[in-house]
DNA sequence: TATTTATACTGTCAACTCCGAAGTATTGGA
DNA sequence: TCCAATACTTCGGAGTTGACAGTATAAATA
């Protein structure tokens, strides 16, 4: 990281958009920079094949509307899995798939320390609220 | 990961209410689940000091006025150092914060791997486009 | 002198997306 | 008949984003 930013005339990149740059700004990254993602895929690898009402206990600030988009999208994308079983009353339980699993690997590292950020930063007063 | 959740049982070490849960949906996931917002980050780990105008010109796709909010959110929240130079044309730069160095650590992986990600299911023909 | 250029934004407004409260469907039990 | 339980939808308002235009400054250019 911070390379020699005097690369003006740097050498061809404008070329081709093989950026070497790791930024990308389609798919996956656009689905988890949405509200709540990123926590729910934590709490389905945290707590293993989950049921909706699992996941909404755990999620008091979330309404079962955002809930169930964002579980909807996940599965879309392959990173959870949902299975359903035809009873009375429903049950649908929710896992995470094998590419679901190394986005929890990743995830888990900025989720921990994102906790431990805003811990200290409650502590020492600065507080950003949505 | 998929730890045992009986980990709970562990030296007991935080007073705070509860959760081992790692899972936070106070600040600064919030501020990182906003669109652009982590690549932001990453493109400035990337090219280092950066200026406005070279943040622009890699985020084609984020407008002026988000970019702009963007920024400003990441320097409140202690992510970005801004320093402005008094000079015409105005010369403004931004930069990691330590903090925002040690955030830089945790997304590196991530966004890698979304890039992997986009790839293959770009390859596959699956799109979900925003 | 007047105009252009360069930079880093800010303002405005319309479109788009997100959110939460309340409602839906199903069937067994009181 | 009414209620409970579960997993969602629906709807209208709130919040976010983007396109475009404008601001400030002074040096360079016509």
């Given amino acids: ?12 990149d404008s070329s081709s958009p093989g950026h070497d740059c790791l930024c990308p700004l389609g798919g996956v ?21 989950a049921r909706y ?3 909404e206990a ?3 600030e979330v309404s079962s509307s955002t809930l169930s988009t964002r579980l909807e999208e996940l ?3 392959g990173i959870l899995s949902r299975e359903q079983y035809d009873e009375i009353p429903p049950r649908v339980e929710y896992e995470l798939t094998e590419t ?13 320390w994102a906790e431990e950020i805003d811990e200290t930063e409650l502590a ?3 507080s950003k609220e949505r």
Same sequence: chains 1, 2.
Wanted: hydrophobic share 40%; glycine share 8%.
């Fill in 124 to 126: 020492t007063g600065q």
């Fill in 1 to 12: 990281m911070a390379e020699t930013p005097d690369s003006a005339t740097e050498t061809a």
């Fill in 100 to 112: 679901g699993e190394e986005l929890g690997e990743r995830l888990e590292p900025l989720l921990r």
């Fill in 53 to 55: 009402g699992d996941i």
């Fill in 29 to 49: 990254m656009d689905l988890l920079s949405r509200r709540y993602a990123m926590q729910l895929v934590c709490v389905v690898d945290a707590i293993g094949p």
């Fill in 75 to 77: 599965v879309d994308a």
């Fill in 58 to 60: 755990t999620f008091e």
